[in-house]
Nanobody, 124 residues
Framework: QVQLVESGGGVVQAGDSLRLSCAAS????????MGWFRQAPGKEREFVAA????????IYADSAKGRFTISRDNAKNTVYLQMNALKPEDTAVYYC?????????????????WGQGTQVTVAS
């Protein structure tokens, strides 16, 4: 497994931006596809975005398209989630996750390593 630590969450106003970071250690970072998920109170964990091992391929949930950007720096063992034009409905705990799979899975159970999460709160 790989150890993951998220950071960058906080309380912002609607329309603001945040950049989340996820630092990895353990298993060679570049061998992992990486994903971002979120979970709001009372709701199931949902897919947000994923990046291939090199970062050349990415996919997004419809809710994230056009506003969020996933990127990675394999030299720094870090994956990022740039979130722009935030909305109150983006409020959730955000998790990064890692998988050996070549594909870019959107199901949480396809990932084998998870961070502890970082809270994002968007006030209206």
């Amino acid at each position: 497994q790989v150890q993951l630590v998220e950071s960058g969450g906080g309380v912002v106003q609607a329309g603001d931006s945040l950049r989340l970071s996820c630092a990895a250690s353990g298993r060679t970072f570049s061998t992992n596809s990486m994903g971002w998920f979120r979970q709001a109170p009372g709701k199931e964990r949902e897919f947000v975005a994923a990046s291939s091992r090199s970062g050349s391929n990415t996919i997004y949930a419809d809710s994230a398209k056009g506003r969020f950007t996933i990127s990675r720096d394999n030299a720094k063992n870090t994956v990022y989630l740039q979130m722009n034009a935030l909305k109150p409905e983006d409020t959730a705990v955000y998790y990064c996750a890692a998988t050996y799979k070549y594909t870019l899975p959107t199901a949480p159970n396809s990932y084998d390593s998870w961070g502890q999460g970082t809270q994002v709160t968007v006030a209206s």
